[in-house]
């Protein structure tokens, strides 16, 4: 086996782990609003639901990154951001040696109006 489809298998084994927590979360606080209306307990049992929230918010971060960060703070981030730093400047260079290049207007651009026209 590679070594990329290593990584693959254990990113989506990952991914189907945080799905499992997520199913169980839901069905277990399901049942306990449940249980707590028919009863009239309370809500003794939402501490447990907070922290277990914000361990599933952890592990969402671990596994799937930060929303709307686009991998910005993964691993191969800073290498992908050179990359593209190294493009534009790439592009930039190229574009300046196309204007060198460029012959030069020798007379200004006339106006397409008359100064009379003016108030």
């Given at each position: 086996m ?16 945080f ?9 277990i ?5 449940f ?5 009239g ?24 990154g ?22 534009k400047?790439?592009?930039e ?17 006339k ?7 003016f108030?």
């Amino acid at each position: 086996m590679s070594d990329m489809y290593k990584a693959a298998k254990k990113r989506a084994k990952r991914k189907v782990r945080f799905y499992k927590h997520l199913k169980s979360f839901v069905i277990i606080n399901v049942v306990f609003f449940f249980i707590t209306f028919t009863n009239g307990d309370g809500l003794s049992w939402l501490n447990v639901t907070m922290l277990w929230g914000i361990g599933l918010a952890l592990q969402y971060l671990s596994v799937f990154g930060l929303p709307g960060t686009n991998g910005m703070l993964s691993k191969h981030w800073e290498e992908d951001l050179v990359e593209e730093e190294f493009a534009k400047i790439k592009k930039e260079t190229y574009n300046e040696e196309l204007d060198l290049n460029r012959p030069k207007r020798k007379e200004a651009v006339k106006a397409h109006w008359n100064e009379k026209d003016f108030v």
